[in-house]
């Protein structure tokens, strides 16, 4: 079974923190996904990566970074938080084969006060 | 945590019942759809999938039907159980990097 794993589940931040949501997959996926999910809006995607190192922007990149140093790990990064990234973001997976399934993590519930 | 899909279509069922759940996709050139359900507080849990060159597929107490002629997708679990009441979505792809998940419908099972 795949699994992805979403080190924090819940988290309540300031305003203007940085913040750090980690992803580790042990499937030996090459493509990594970050994705938030807000009520109404279904999922929308944040940033993608296809390699180590490699990341593409996704459809909502503002505010936010990633980061893939290793094949199994893949970071967003809140530079400033603010109050409008208060959601849930869910990290997913691939194999490199396009048309595969996407693999999701259990999601992080992160408050931006 | 807040609900996911606060206003989404709901489909309200009696346990033992079949349920079925309808999606319209967008892009004609998608050849790879895929079925997930979501429980409240949690990630998407993937159900079954079918390519585009195939009509049916069966799984453990699910069938997924396309038909490409309309753009349409459904999800047809048998003798719904208390356990399926969850958000269920669906999602194509065109083997590009980009998978486009529908909004979703939430299923009730009454006892």
């Known amino acids: 079974d795949v699994k992805v794993t979403q080190s924090s589940r819940y988290l309540v931040k300031r305003t203007g923190e940085k913040v750090f949501l980690e992803c580790v997959q042990d499937m030996d996926h090459e493509n990594m996904f970050w994705y938030r999910q807000d009520p109404g809006l279904g999922l929308r995607l944040i940033y993608f990566?296809?390699?180590?190192?490699?990341?593409e922007k996704g459809d909502i990149p503002e505010g936010y970074s990633v980061s893939r140093e290793k094949k199994e790990r893949f970071s967003l990064i809140l530079e400033s938080a603010s109050t409008n990234q208060t959601s849930m973001y869910l990290c997913?997976?691939?194999?490199?084969?396009?048309?595969?399934?996407?693999?999701f993590g259990e999601g992080s519930w992160l408050t931006v006060v | 945590g807040e609900s996911v899909g606060l206003h989404l279509p709901t489909l309200s069922v009696q346990e033992g019942d079949n349920s079925i759940i309808n999606c319209a996709y967008s892009?004609?050139?998608?050849?790879?759809f895929i079925w997930y359900k979501q429980e409240s507080g949690k990630g998407p849990q993937f159900i079954i999938d079918i390519r585009s060159n195939m009509d049916k597929r069966q799984g453990q107490r699910v069938t997924v039907l396309l038909n490409k002629t309309v753009k349409h997708l459904s999800l047809q679990i048998a003798a719904t159980q208390p356990g399926d009441s969850a958000v269920y979505f669906c999602a194509e792809s065109d083997g590009g990097f980009k998978t486009i998940f529908g909004a979703g419908t939430r299923l009730f099972v009454k006892a």
């Open positions: 990566s296809y390699d180590v190192k490699m990341k």
């Open positions: 997913a997976t691939r194999t490199g084969h396009s048309g595969n399934t996407i693999y």
């Open positions: 892009n004609s050139a998608s050849d790879y």
